[in-house]
């Protein structure tokens, strides 16, 4: 949020206390800020290990070092 002043920090909550509620690897990912936020001068990564049982057509790792996000509306109204 402190890189892009347009985003609104209601709707930016309430986004991230969503995700953290449904998805279940959410918690990891918060902690993993928070260990990363607490410790700036060291050097730190995150590495995804697949597990080899898990079907990995639905549990696959990222292929592409791309964000998504969801836009709503049908982009008549410009902002």
Same mark, same amino acid.
């Given at each position: 949020? &402190?890189?892009?002043?347009?985003?609104? /920090?209601?709707?930016?909550?309430?986004?991230? &206390?969503?995700?953290? &509620? %449904?998805?279940?690897? =959410?918690?990891?990912?918060f902690? =993993?800020?928070? *260990? %990363? +936020? $607490? &410790?700036?001068?060291?050097d730190l990564? %995150?590495? @995804?290990i697949? $597990?080899? *049982?898990m079907? +990995? +057509?639905?549990?696959?790792? /990222?292929?592409?070092d791309?964000? =998504? =996000? @969801? @836009?709503?509306? $049908? $982009?008549?109204? *410009? *902002?």
């Open positions: 949020m &402190n890189r892009n002043p347009n985003l609104r /920090p209601d709707l930016m909550l309430l986004l991230q &206390n969503l995700i953290g &509620n %449904i998805n279940r690897f =959410a918690c990891l990912y902690h =993993a800020y928070e *260990v %990363i +936020h $607490d &410790n700036p001068t060291r990564a %995150i590495c @995804i697949s $597990d080899p *049982v079907d +990995h +057509h639905h549990y696959n790792q /990222p292929s592409v791309e964000v =998504a =996000a @969801i @836009i709503p509306g $049908d $982009d008549t109204h *410009v *902002v």
